[in-house]
Structures are given as C-alpha cells and as structure tokens.
C-alpha cells in the first residue's frame, strides 16, 4: 500500500542544470522505500513516447512551466522559475500517460505537429465544449 504521506526531494549537482539535478520520488511501501530519480523518469517517458503511433495519437495541450512540463518539482534557480507557457503533450489511445513533445523523438513531433489542437473549442454561444 502506497503511503499518502508521499514525499519529494531534490539534490542538485554542481552544474546546475536539469541533467544535474535529481529528484527523489519516495513512496513508502510495504516492503520499504522506493526512490525514483528525474533521470529515470526522463528515460522512462522517452521509451513511452517512442511507442507512440503518429497517425492514431492523442494530442492535447496545458499551460506549464516550460522547464518543468510535468510538475516534477525540479528544484530550479529563481530565475528559471515561474515561466509558464503552451506545452503539448500526445499519447497513444486508450493510455494514461501523457508525453510531453519534448521527450517524443523528431519524427514523431513533426508529424504530430499538425494535430496541434486545443483540448476544447468555443461553440457559437460562447460555451465550452469537448
């Protein structure tokens, strides 16, 4: 069983920078402690996003922090904090896990890029739909 009490924790090596920094996801279980590092996660979601399908994907987009598309929690400088804009993210149907275009291979951001798409549009009276 998973503890609610999830707690996050970041280290930053000398240079500074995302590659550098690494954040500790820890989960209490059962069994004892699981760490999942930025590295990790960063690996795990390109092999995601090399399984998805240009031609079928899912495409939608959030406002983010450009250098945290996933809210992570990187521990960033000040001044990197704080700077929000579109972020796209695709998937493959059916899945629910969202890959940010940052971490999808070239190929499949240039053919998803014509699928650019808000998630909603504005009907004639003004009124959200989906």
């Known amino acids: 069983m998973i503890d609610p009490n999830q707690e996050k924790i970041a280290r930053e090596d000398n240079d500074g920078d995302r590659k550098g920094t ?14 999942i590092t930025v590295q990790y996660l960063d690996a795990l979601r390109r092999a995601v996003g090399l399984q998805i399908d240009p031609g079928t994907a899912e495409v939608d987009w959030a406002y983010r922090e450009t250098l ?3 809210g992570d929690g990187i521990d960033l400088p000040e001044e990197y ?6 972020e796209y993210f695709a ?8 890959i ?3 971490d999808l291979p ?3 951001r240039n053919a ?12 004639k009276r003004g009124q959200r739909s989906p």
């Not at 690494?22 to 760490?35: L, R």
């Not at 998937?91 to 969202?98: C, E, L, T």
């Not at 998803?112 to 009907?123: D, E, N, T």
């Open 22 to 35: 690494t954040m500790i996801s820890k989960s209490q279980f059962e069994n004892g402690t699981v760490e």
């Open 68 to 70: 945290d598309p996933y």
């Open 81 to 86: 904090r704080g700077h929000v804009g579109r």
């Open 91 to 98: 998937r493959s149907p059916g899945s629910d896990i969202w």
């Open 100 to 102: 940010a275009f940052c």
């Open 106 to 108: 070239e190929a499949t």
């Open 112 to 123: 998803l890029s014509g699928k650019r798409m808000p998630s909603f549009s504005i009907g």
